[in-house]
């Protein structure tokens, strides 16, 4: 059977600040399809959504809506109550009542088929935050159904689901579209693309690249190339002759509390390993292993001749640097001095300096590394004050002061501008110069390409391959992602 257009979205622009997020983009969904909505970090999908789902207007451009067409949306980030009910989750608005009482039963008589039909078998007077993560998902997920829409966007549902939910939701959604529901499918996997939708748009810097395209007149490479665009190989690559030193980390056959599995690797002093995959697949969880953050339950670690560390602490003990993707939160102390950030590990935690070290020489060894990061402020600069460039640096000064054999970096360069980040570029390389081992895992597969030696991908918690040489460019990154290919150059 054949339906109309439940929604209509044309020449649609928004900027924030002097940046645009959406520069002319559209989209049309059909009763009956489930429509997926691919593209990089940054390309616009986000704000594309907000806008359709009407929680955020556009600067210009329309949005035209079908006849009764009522919209739910499950957005990536769960917006569940944890110390709630099941029950009182799935109607949090205008629950049913009998004489003036919420209707428990008219609550569970309209669920429990919602639930059923997504294999959530819970008992409704639990609370939430007692459900596995993939339960709270699909609890959300049962909420949008239970208002009945004609649209159902979905951001990212499968982010924390496992195989058998995946598959369920699956087959709830050819339900969905069998009944004339529109599905606006919003996924980082491409090969699930491939099985779920009947058309795909693919955005790239606010823009359709591809507009709609059927599943069937498309592939997964294609897909990455629109993703990608033709955006030039960098000309320059790493070479380098490896410092002669045993190798400061190895992992072999670890199983990390069920994320890991028989993951094995190593790297050399001197080189700069990438770790790259698809939210959830395994790779972060390999870099919290070498950082102290994440236990090990089955194979063995050993960095730089010690064991696996048992803690951040331990880890900095082992002298290995973390560089977290959240700076605010985890890397800064924004209240404090520049000093106070960048002394603060090598003294407190190694005691570098002695028991009592004066002010005068923690501020002269910050004003050393300062120098050599080209930082723009002084050691009693307030942190919190500084640019988000010159914060990252400071993040970088204290660990640098720690003289570090491993170099874990998580995304360094995120939000900070391009020179900045040309500035930990090579800042990374004269780590490596110097005889550290660095990992780096970053969201932005040129980065990958440009900095590292070699990047190792994951999928679904194994370590599925390497790409290296002439073939690690960001298409065959992004393939391997999500294909779990082996590329290796030899």
């Not at 994951?458 to 690690?472: A, D, K, Y």
């Amino acid at each position: 059977m054949t339906y109309g257009d439940i929604l209509v979205a044309q020449g649609l622009v928004k900027s924030y600040g002097g940046v645009r997020a959406l520069d002319g983009a559209g989209i049309r969904l059909r009763g009956g399809e489930v429509h997926a909505l691919v593209g990089e970090n940054g390309a616009g999908k986000s704000t594309l959504v907000r806008i359709l789902s009407g929680s955020l207007a556009p600067d210009e451009g329309a949005v035209r809506l079908g006849e009764d067409a009522r919209i739910a949306a499950v957005s990536q980030e769960l917006s569940l109550f944890p110390d709630l009910t099941v029950r009182e989750n799935l109607f949090p608005y205008r629950p049913p009542r009998r004489f003036g009482l919420l209707d428990k039963g008219a609550m569970d008589r309209a669920a429990r088929p919602v639930l059923d039909e997504l294999g959530l078998n819970v008992d409704l007077d639990a609370e939430l935050g007692e459900l596995t993560l993939a339960d709270q998902q699909l609890t959300e997920i049962a909420r949008a159904l239970l208002r009945d829409p004609r649209l159902l966007i979905l951001d990212e549902p499968t982010s924390a689901l496992p195989a058998d939910a995946v598959e369920r939701l699956e087959r709830v959604l050819r339900t969905l579209t069998g009944r004339g529901i529109a599905v606006l499918y919003v996924s980082h996997f491409l090969e699930e693309v491939m099985r779920i939708a009947q058309r795909v748009t693919v955005l790239r810097d606010g823009r359709v690249a591809l507009a709609g395209v059927e599943r069937a007149k498309t592939d997964v490479p294609e897909l990455v190339t629109a993703m990608l665009g033709g955006r030039p190989e960098p000309s320059v690559r790493r070479t380098r002759s490896l410092v002669d030193l045993p190798p400061p980390v190895v992992l072999s056959q670890v199983d990390v509390a069920g994320r890991l599995a028989d993951v094995t690797f190593t790297v050399r002093a001197g080189e700069v390993v990438g770790v790259a995959g698809l939210q959830g697949a395994g790779h972060l969880d390999a870099l919290e292993v070498v950082c102290g953050r994440a236990a090990v339950s089955a194979g063995r670690v050993d960095i730089a001749g010690h064991g696996q560390p048992r803690s951040l602490r331990d880890a900095v003990r082992a002298r290995v640097a973390f560089v977290p993707s959240d700076r605010k939160r985890y890397g800064l102390m924004v209240d404090r001095t520049v000093w106070d950030n960048t002394t603060a590990v090598s003294w407190l935690a190694l005691g570098r300096g002695g028991f009592m070290p004066s002010r005068s020489q923690l501020v002269r060894r910050t004003a050393d590394l300062t120098e050599r990061l080209r930082l723009r402020g002084g050691p009693y600069d307030v942190v919190g004050r500084l640019s988000g460039g010159n914060q990252q640096k400071v993040v970088f000064a204290k660990w640098l002061a720690t003289e570090p054999k491993v170099v874990v970096l998580d995304d360094p360069t995120r939000g900070v501008d391009i020179g900045v980040r040309a500035e930990m570029h090579r800042i990374v390389g004269e780590l490596a110069a110097g005889g550290a081992a660095v990992l780096l895992a970053s969201t932005d597969l040129a980065e990958l390409t440009e900095v590292c030696d070699r990047v190792l991908v994951f999928v679904r918690g194994r370590l599925t391959g390497e790409v290296s040489g002439e073939r690690l460019t960001e298409h065959a990154l992004a393939v391997a992602m999500q294909q779990g290919l082996s590329s290796n150059s030899g």
